[in-house]
């Protein structure tokens, strides 16, 4: 059966994203650069047999696929609360979580516990439960609830500042599994994308959530399906042909936006699928990698630039990189990621796939200090080393009190820990070489 539930997705070329975290924070999506590449050094480079050693575990998240950020002391992270009785269906897919409100929860990195709450919306579509990543920044959490509700939080207090609906503002439309977006800050604006045809991304003011500019495609041409509907991808910015721009995979494809007032530059439609598109795509220079699942797979575009107009120009595509949510790393010239079941390295440059193998089948993957993370959408975590010339694994381990959900929350590397999100389970892990 056909499932999805994404947690939108980033890389980029060069960037600020003003985040404010100490060295070794992973203050939002995919860590401080949207690269999914920590800086830190200094980790494990083999587990003991039954992994790392798990420092503290905690419960009481609620449901959802919300990956955590890390900053100032403090995790983020969202999760949904039951109601009394949730609806068999909600946003046309069968309910398998329950309805309920959806949380921002501040919690202690020394032991877990929780510093505060605070209610932000409510579950909406398939899959029901939050998928967000909370943004950081200059002491405010950015997050995005199921339906469609942005917040901006106070982190020292959890008081609400201001809240946004895409909904209601923008008229936005986010497809059958509900908003899974992690609003992207860039000096004073968030970007977002509420999904509408004259509205598909905007530029807000960080400030008060004020409009700054609207991103439309309503008249674009050339592409093989709409791109007015948000997919389940989260923007980042790149300088690409000597602009500054936001770049997104939504329902159509991959769009790039100047960011100096929205003007849609370019489109990849290739990478994308009917069903569902939530990967973040990786931007280095002028090419655009960016892959989706159900049967498309993944390629490389260059973007250039004649005159006043871009265009984009397919380098390869291969139909094997089927990376559904669980992101892709650029490593030096290589792309990590897993496809429907195994572990892929492809040349980023030629598009030459360099070994394909099992290890804990479809799932997530970050990048710290030689080596990757992978963890398997059914619970299992290997440590792999980025080696383009063969697969090494230095250890593996089954996450323990797994829930009955997919393991599909990211993992995240900070501060010499490994955080594993699972349902209502928070788990971190001591990965510091001793």
């Known amino acids: 059966m056909r499932f999805l539930i994404c947690l939108m997705l980033a890389v980029a070329g060069t960037t600020a994203y003003g985040a404010d975290p100490a060295t070794g924070d992973w203050p939002g999506w995919r860590g401080s650069d949207r690269t999914g590449l920590s800086k830190e050094k200094g980790i494990l480079k083999e587990w003991p047999e039954a992994g790392p050693k ?12 919300s990956t955590p950020s890390v900053s100032n002391g403090k995790i983020f992270v969202m999760g949904s609360k039951p109601t009394e009785a949730p609806p068999a269906e909600q946003g046309g897919k069968k309910n398998r979580g329950g309805s309920g409100k959806e949380f921002i929860f501040a919690l202690n990195e020394k032991d877990g516990s929780v510093a505060w709450e605070v209610e932000v919306g409510v579950t909406a579509g398939g899959y029901p439960g939050p ?24 982190i020292d207090t959890g008081k609400i500042k201001y809240t946004v609906d895409f909904k209601k503002d923008f008229k936005g439309n986010s497809g059958g599994w509900a908003y899974t977006e992690s609003p992207l800050i860039d000096g004073d604006l968030l970007i977002c994308t509420p999904g509408a045809t004259d509205a598909t991304i905007v530029a807000l003011k960080k400030a008060d959530g004020s409009v700054v500019w609207k991103a439309s495609t309503k008249d674009l041409v050339g592409m093989k399906r709409s791109y007015g509907t948000a997919g389940y991808s989260s923007p980042i910015v790149a300088t690409i042909a000597g602009e500054k721009q936001y770049v997104q995979f939504v329902s159509g494809g991959v769009i790039g936006v100047s960011a100096a ?6 489109h990849y439609d290739s990478p994308a699928n009917g069903t569902a598109n939530c990967s973040t795509p990786i931007v280095r220079e002028n090419f655009v990698f960016a892959a989706s699942a159900y049967g498309t797979g993944g390629g490389q575009a260059l973007i250039s630039k004649t005159g006043d107009d871009y265009k984009a120009d397919e380098k390869y595509f291969i139909k094997k990189f089927q990376n559904h949510h669980g992101g892709v790393v650029l490593v030096g010239d290589y792309l990590y990621g897993t496809t429907g079941g195994s572990l892929i390295c492809v040349d980023f440059k030629t ?50 009190e797994r829930s009955s959900q997919k393991a599909w929350p990211h993992p995240v590397v900070a501060n010499g820990k490994l955080y594993i999100r699972d349902w209502d389970i928070l788990q971190c892990y001591d990965i510091t070489k001793k």
Request: charged share 20%; net charge neutral.
């Open 131 to 154: 998928r967000s990543t909370p943004t950081i920044d200059n002491g405010v959490a950015y997050a995005i609830s199921s339906n469609g509700i942005l917040a901006a939080v106070a």
């Open 351 to 400: 598009g030459e796939v360099k070994w394909d193998e099992r290890s804990v089948g479809k799932g997530s993957v970050v990048y710290v200090d030689g080596h990757l993370i992978v963890r398997g959408e059914n619970g299992g975590i290997a440590l792999v080393e980025a080696n383009p010339a063969e697969y090494v694994e230095k250890g593996k381990f089954n996450q323990p």
């Open 261 to 266: 007032d929205g003007k849609v530059r370019w």
């Open 54 to 65: 798990q420092l503290w575990q905690i419960k009481g998240l609620g449901t959802g696929y």
